[in-house]
């Protein structure tokens, strides 16, 4: 069972544009949401986090939206440049030992 | 650089071959995971430790896979008898439990093929 649904699986947006990718989650003991910007061949990187207790959080142009009641988060990337083409992985934290629950990824396009 | 790195980067073995990987985290880091990333997936949990000891190992973790932390700095994860439906990305990262968050930083991988 998938603890973590990410959509949508891909996106493509152009260059300026709003990119929107959406998660939800069941658990409600998740109580950090992370997500990740992954290219080919490399590693995840950390790209912004948001704790529940927040329901919005912006750095430069990327912003997190939180809805804690109805179990979901969203990231927002504004004036979505062709460098941002990238997959994008959702996480939340749960149970012990810091333990991260990854969706499935949304491979974004930005077309110049 | 002091990320997260893991040798080898690439490795392409054949069935029924062990394989050995090897992850160097963040100096000041005390936890230690390994994560499984298949193409077009996010990546699994598969074990967490905290200094050198195991705490947790998930289903994926088969009696193939054995993980190590010795002296609580550096991981192995070794893959016994590698089967096909081993071929992954496996993926290190490491976080401090003295830190403020729980963020966890990862390395850039180790891409198995199994032919």
């Known amino acids: 069972q998938q603890q973590v649904k990410q959509s949508p699986q891909s996106l493509i947006v152009q260059k300026g544009g709003i990119s929107i990718i959406n998660c939800a989650y069941e658990n409600t003991a998740f109580d950090y949401f992370p997500w990740y910007q992954q290219f080919p061949g490399k590693g995840p990187a950390l790209l912004i986090a948001?704790?529940?207790?927040?329901s919005e959080k912006k750095e430069g142009r990327f912003t997190i939206s939180f809805n804690k009641s109805a179990k979901q988060f969203s990231l927002h990337i504004m004036d979505s440049q062709p460098g941002d083409s990238a997959t994008y992985f959702c996480?939340?934290?749960?149970?012990?030992?810091?333990?991260?629950?990854f969706g499935s990824g949304t491979k974004l396009n930005v077309k110049p | 650089d002091t990320g997260v790195s893991q040798n080898p980067r690439h490795k392409i073995t054949k069935r029924g071959q062990n394989v050995t990987f090897r992850c160097d985290p963040i100096s000041e880091h005390n936890r230690l995971y390994w994560y499984r990333q298949t193409l077009g997936q996010g990546p699994e949990f598969l074990t967490y430790f905290q200094n050198e000891a195991q705490l947790e190992k998930s289903r994926l973790l088969s009696d193939r896979f054995s993980a190590e932390r010795p002296k609580g700095s550096f991981s192995t994860l070794e893959i016994q008898r590698t089967e096909q439906g081993d071929s992954a990305m496996y993926l290190c990262?490491?976080?401090?439990?003295?830190?403020?968050?729980?963020?966890?930083?990862f390395g850039p991988g180790t891409r198995l093929t199994v032919t």
């Open positions: 948001i704790r529940p207790d927040v």
């Open positions: 996480a939340a934290r749960g149970g012990n030992f810091n333990k991260f629950y």
């Open positions: 990262a490491s976080s401090n439990s003295g830190g403020p968050t729980y963020e966890q930083y």
